[in-house]
Each structure stands twice: as C-alpha cells, then as structure tokens.
Nanobody, 126 residues
Framework: QVQLVESGGGLVQAGGSLRLSCAAS????????MGWFRQAPGKEREFVSA????????YYADSVKGRFTISRDYAKNTVYLQMNSLKPEDTAAYYC???????????????????WGQGTQVTVSS
C-alpha cells in the first residue's frame, strides 16, 4: 500500500504560481512512477504530468507544457508540481497518483495508477 497526501492548493490570481506537494508513505517511493491529474467541475479527470521512478524522465499535457514542472525528492518521499503562469482554465481539483515502476516506466493513462491521493483544490481567478 502507498498513501498519498497532497497539499499546496489554494486561490491565486491569473498569472500567479503555486507549488503542489504530494507526500508518499508506505512502500518504497522509488518503486513508483508518479503522476498528477486534475478534474474540473463537470469534466472528466485528465492527465497533467508524470515522472518516472528515477526522476530522469517527465511528460506533460500540452495544455501545461512550459508552465508546469514536475519533480521528486527522494529524501522527503515527495513529488512536486510547480505551476507558473496560471490560467483560469487551470482551476480544478488536483490529484497525485502512483503507478508501479516495474510495469510502467512513465504513463499518462489513469487506469495504470494504483494509488491516489485525496486531491487539493486549485482555483485561479481572472
């Protein structure tokens, strides 16, 4: 089992920045690829970003490329999502998730992730 707890969400004006954190506990952090997803009201959950087990490879949705940066800190068992130049359309609940690295080097597919956090709300005002 892996437990994931997100934090760092909040209300920010358009153009501002936030850094989301996802603290992992349980099984070995490095055994998992990590991802961030988001879900806006009335919409399906969508992929945002993912990072592989070593932190050497990352992937971004086109909508956030160049504005968001994913990273992971093994000493703290935490994955981060730095979000810059935020737009109102970034408003959503953001979820982190863990996928077994033995099966998925890096994946954008929601069903490949076995463990999920409870989510943190990000609201961007115009």
């Amino acid at each position: 089992q892996v437990q994931l707890v997100e934090s760092g969400g909040g209300l920010v004006q358009a153009g501002g920045s936030l850094r989301l954190s996802c603290a992992a506990s349980g099984r070995t952090f490095s055994s998992y690829s990590m991802g961030w997803f988001r879900q806006a009201p009335g919409k399906e959950r969508e992929f945002v970003s993912a990072i592989n087990w070593s932190g050497g490879n990352s992937y971004y949705a086109d909508s956030v490329k160049g504005r968001f940066t994913i990273s992971r800190d093994y000493a703290k068992n935490t994955v981060y999502l730095q979000m810059n130049s935020l737009k109102p359309e970034d408003t959503a609940a953001y979820y982190c998730a863990a996928a077994p690295a033995s099966r998925w080097g890096i994946t954008t597919v929601e069903k490949n992730y076995d463990y999920w956090g409870q989510g943190t709300q990000v609201t961007v005002s115009s």
